[in-house]
């Protein structure tokens, strides 16, 4: 049990759907962040939310659509998908990033295994 | 910018032999390292992490790691692995607020 949770785990969706993914952290840490894992590829960081603001967006497609209404929960809004966007999605939390504290370690959730077809 | 090798991305290993697990990263600036293991339909899991002090850290399930600074490695060794350690592990490298991560390096373990 890391702390973060992810619903759903599995999720199979049309390219013309819409869904969003649900990441929530019971750590009390103040930043999450969305990754996205494809096979045979790196961890890709898609965004990052330091205090409910978003301080990071690394180019992502505007079909993804983060949302981060408190600290504890992050939403990632899905809408008119490609199947190449189809991989695991990792919710991850930390404490003290951008303030100088914490230990800088992020602690994962299981992720969204999400197949778009 | 800072950036993570690692050197292998598969080692296969015979139950109770030792393994090491490569990894160098770039970067100009003091860095924070971070080991991660992902078991198979699982997120990703903090094996240990260097913050600065002792080079050579403990981490969980009786892995241990060095930095090494003048050769810019992070290399993570087990002297002796189980079944159960076969997985997915990621070197990382934390710049404020942004983990950097390498490829992986799939351990696979055989009886």
């Known amino acids: 049990e890391t702390g973060v949770t992810q619903t759903p785990r599995h999720l199979v969706m049309g390219m013309t759907n819409k869904k969003s993914l649900k990441c929530e952290q019971h750590?009390?840490?103040?930043?999450m962040y969305w990754y996205k894992q494809s096979a045979k590829k790196p961890l890709e960081l898609m965004f990052v939310?330091?205090?409910?603001?978003?301080?990071e967006n690394n180019s992502v497609p505007s079909r993804f659509s983060p949302e981060c209404p408190n600290s504890s929960h992050l939403f990632l809004h899905l809408h008119t998908l490609q199947p190449e966007d189809s991989a695991l999605y990792l919710c991850?939390?930390?404490?003290?990033?951008?303030?100088?504290?914490?230990?800088?370690?992020?602690?994962f959730g299981p992720g969204t295994r999400l197949t778009v077809t | 910018a800072q950036s993570v090798t690692q050197l292998d991305s598969q080692v296969p290993v015979f139950e109770e032999a030792p393994v090491e697990l490569r990894c160098n990263y770039s970067?100009?600036?003091?860095?924070?390292l971070f080991w991660y293991v992902q078991y198979p339909n699982q997120g990703l899991q903090l094996l240990l992490k260097?913050?600065?002090?002792?080079?050579l850290v403990k981490g969980i399930n009786g892995f241990e790691a060095e930095f090494n600074k003048s050769q810019t490695s992070f290399h993570l060794r087990k002297p002796s692995v189980h079944i159960s350690d076969t997985a997915e592990y990621f070197c990382?490298?934390?710049?404020?607020?942004?983990?950097?991560f390498g490829a992986g390096t799939t351990v696979t373990v055989r009886a």
């Open positions: 750590l009390g840490h103040n930043a």
């Open positions: 990382a490298v934390s710049k404020e607020p942004k983990l950097s």
């Open positions: 970067s100009s600036v003091s860095v924070y």
């Open positions: 991850a939390s930390s404490q003290g990033p951008l303030a100088g504290q914490g230990s800088y370690e992020q602690y």
């Open positions: 260097y913050l600065s002090g002792s080079t």
């Open positions: 939310y330091s205090l409910e603001e978003r301080v």
